[in-house]
């Protein structure tokens, strides 16, 4: 998959569910004229990835319009055109916080849905019943497919959200009974968890929810669950070791790239290409090359580059994880949890 940032402002930014946001203090770094990625930048990206066969692979999968919140972007119809010559796969994620039907934000997001583009967002109870309960139901009349992010900083959090879910396709129609389904056995789980062990570490939420599907898939609806733990994010715009709700633990994210794979990559309106999802938060040095900027050739010689650094950085991470020296940066520039 690629992410492409089409946009560096959010309407969310640092307020509510938002207060840590990880991408806040990377974005808000680029000049107010520089936010909206414009859809001659998307073409030229458009153009490179073609030339470059680990991307055009990764953009087969899945394209990704992110942010920011890429909704406010006033040329994003014209941008999702674009990106969906490379592939029928295209996605925008929004946070669907828009004040009404008539907003152009929301126009925008239902022509791209009725250019089968897919919309996904992500649940923050503080706006459902006010803004994105009565746009989700037209969502459901637009596309056969969803998913939902659900951010939580304590495991009580995520099953009040499930539970936010579940009232809601519960007034819907017997065509989301799988999604009631798989919603309902995992309220199940987490409602036992939280009996039997409140105070978990990430190991024991891990185990104790082993097996309980996230994704479903029938004939007439597709629907998946990503659930993401909060971070603490300091005034330098770098995030914590710990996820909020298991504060004892690492957090730790494994890097594909030391296994000889890349799977997905992050590229900034700005045309900077990064390792994974690393949005600037993760503050990992190597880099990709610039998109917009760099050749073909240029990229690719700058991602073996990269790669090195990066697996000589993740064995030098697991030494200091085994040697009580987590959470030490290495001189390869690797974020300390990433391994």
Same mark, same amino acid.
């Given at each position: 998959m690629i992410n492409i940032f089409a946009e560096a402002n959010c309407n969310r930014y640092v307020r509510d569910e938002c207060q840590y946001c990880h991408v806040? #203090?990377?974005?808000?770094?680029i000049p107010k004229s520089d936010w909206h990625l414009m859809p001659e930048q998307a073409q030229v990206m458009v153009?490179?990835?073609l030339q470059i066969e680990v991307f055009r692979e990764l953009a087969k999968r899945e394209i990704n319009l992110t942010g920011g919140e890429p909704s406010q972007n006033p040329h994003i119809v014209e941008i999702f055109k674009i990106f969906r010559k490379l592939t029928p796969n295209v996605r925008i994620h929004t946070n669907l916080d828009i004040s009404s039907a008539t907003s152009p934000r929301w126009q925008r997001l239902v022509e791209i849905m009725k250019l089968s583009g897919r919309v996904d967002f992500t649940l923050y109870p503080t706006v459902w019943e006010s803004r994105q309960k009565a746009l989700l139901k037209e969502i459901l009349e637009l596309q056969d497919e969803l998913i939902v992010n659900m951010?939580? #900083?304590?495991?009580p959090d995520l099953l009040s959200q499930i539970g936010i879910l579940i009232a809601f396709f519960e007034e819907r129609d017997k065509k989301y009974e799988s999604v009631l389904s798989l919603l309902g056995a995992y309220r199940t789980k987490l409602e036992s968890l939280l009996r039997e062990n409140p105070e978990c570490d990430e190991g024991a939420f891990l185990k104790h929810m082993e097996g309980s599907e996230n994704y479903i898939c029938t004939d007439n609806f597709t629907f998946g669950l990503n659930m993401i733990p909060g971070f603490y994010v300091d005034e330098k715009g770098e995030r914590a070791m710990n996820a909020q709700p298991f504060p004892r633990d690492i957090n730790f994210l494994e890097c594909t790239i030391p296994r000889g794979t890349i799977e997905i990559v992050t590229v900034q309106q700005t045309g900077e290409i990064t390792p994974c999802c690393d949005v600037g938060n993760l503050k990992c040095k190597p880099k990709f090359g610039n998109?917009?900027?760099d050749s073909p050739g240029e990229i690719m010689s700058q991602i073996e580059v990269s790669r090195e650094k990066i697996v000589s950085g993740a064995?030098?991470?697991?030494?200091?994880?085994?040697s009580g020296k987590a959470g030490e940066w290495v001189e390869e520039g690797i974020p300390p949890y990433c391994v």
């Open positions: 806040y #203090e990377p974005l808000m770094q153009d490179k990835i951010i939580f #900083e304590k495991v998109l917009l900027n064995l030098k991470n697991h030494q200091n994880i085994n």
